[in-house]
């Protein structure tokens, strides 16, 4: 007897049925820390932690400037990108961008949240800056198109005021950083003072200064930008 010959026409898929209930797919958060860090020291560490345990961040990505507006005497780009580097690797959830480094001429902000966000469309960012640098920040180039690119988040020490006039209230956020007390000026005048910056900054980072000799009197010479003009007020 001859069997019947098996359809070989489509196949359906069975019928599914979307869940209503269902949370759409949650976005990678992306912490971008930018800064000169010259050089990188616990405040900006902790002030990273702290931003990415309260945000739930996924990654802080440390952006050192490479030519930072209208500051004078800043230590050669490649040096704060390695001390940079030797600060974050113990912690998984650091990592360090020479997007700022590698671009020619001036830092601006604006034009690292646009290669950022090029660079990761899944990404939602937030923008990790010193709370008075945030008062600032209607000065700085292109200030309208930066909240359509990042929620900016201002970490500041205990009892510092900021006043938000101007600033969008959903695009902002204020967060106290203790370790905030520190500062990179106070650290390289500790050095050129042969004063020491053991448990202000990374032990790393100590001895990389040590070695390469950076901030030291009889040091070499730091970079010197050119005098020009501030159009956009950023520093």
């Known amino acids: 007897m001859t069997r019947p010959t ?24 992306l912490g971008v820390m930018g800064g000169t860090f010259d050089p990188i020291h616990h405040g900006h560490l902790v002030a990273a932690s702290e931003v990415q345990s309260l945000l739930d961040l996924d990654e802080v990505v440390f952006v050192p400037t490479g030519q930072p507006y209208l500051k004078e005497g800043v230590s050669p780009a490649e040096h704060r990108y390695l001390m940079t ?5 113990s912690n998984p959830r650091f990592t360090v961008s020479r997007v700022d480094i590698d671009r020619a001429g001036d830092t601006y902000t604006i034009d690292t949240l646009r290669e950022l966000r090029a660079a990761r469309p899944d990404a939602d960012l937030f923008f990790i800056t010193g709370a008075d640098a945030l008062e600032q920040i209607l000065s ?4 309208d198109e930066l909240w359509e690119l990042a929620q900016f988040v201002g970490v500041t020490r205990p009892g510092y005021g900021l006043s938000e006039a101007g600033l ?8 106290e950083v203790p370790a905030m007390a520190i500062s990179s000026t106070d650290c390289r005048a500790r050095v050129a ?3 020491p910056v053991w448990y ?5 980072v ?4 040590n070695k390469h000799r950076l901030y030291a009197v009889g040091a070499p010479p730091r970079e010197a930008p ?3 003009p501030n159009p956009q007020g950023e520093a």
Do not use: C, H, M
Request: a neutral charge; proline letters at 12%; zero cysteines.
């Open 6 to 29: 098996p359809s070989t026409g489509p196949t359906l898929a069975p019928a599914t049925t979307e869940d209503p209930t269902a949370q759409p797919a949650r976005r990678f958060r």
């Open 85 to 89: 580097v030797i600060a974050t690797a």
């Open 140 to 143: 700085w180039k292109d200030a």
């Open 168 to 175: 969008p209230a959903d695009r902002v956020t204020l967060q």
């Open 193 to 195: 003072q042969g004063d």
């Open 200 to 204: 202000l900054v990374p032990d790393g």
């Open 206 to 209: 100590v001895q990389y200064i």
């Open 226 to 228: 050119a005098n020009r």
